[in-house]
């Protein structure tokens, strides 16, 4: 089992930036590839970001460039660092432990005005 808490999340103007934290407890943080999930307004729930448990990375599209993922395993938090935010990143942002069972986080709560 791995429990996570999600934090970080505001409200920002556009062009600002906000680091979103997961913080895990359970088991064996370090073998679970970690992903930052969102969800706007109307819209399906979209894969932001992932890190495996090696490191390796991968973006959607709409934040290449933006947007940097990373781990750290001794505290076993995975964080997503958003810059240049734009109002359509608005959403409410999950994290997710994906492995042999897939484990969410409650949600933050991301709004960028414009």
């Known amino acids: 089992q791995v429990q996570l808490v999600e934090s970080g999340g505001g409200l920002v103007q556009a062009g600002g930036s906000l680091r979103l934290s997961c913080a895990a407890s359970?088991?064996?943080?370090?073998?679970?590839?970690m992903e930052w999930y969102r969800r706007a307004p109307g819209k399906q729930r979209e894969l932001v970001a992932s890190?495996?448990?090696?490191?390796?990375?991968n973006y959607a599209d709409s934040v290449k460039g933006r947007f940097t993922i990373s781990r750290d395993n001794a505290k076993n938090t995975v964080y997503l660092q958003m810059n240049n935010l734009e109002p359509e990143d608005t959403a409410v942002y999950y994290c997710?432990?994906?492995?042999?069972?897939?484990?969410w986080g409650q949600g933050t709560q991301v709004t960028v005005s414009s």
């Open positions: 890190i495996t448990s090696a490191g390796s990375t």
């Open positions: 359970g088991s064996r943080f370090s073998i679970y590839a």
């Open positions: 997710r432990a994906s492995g042999a069972s897939n484990y």
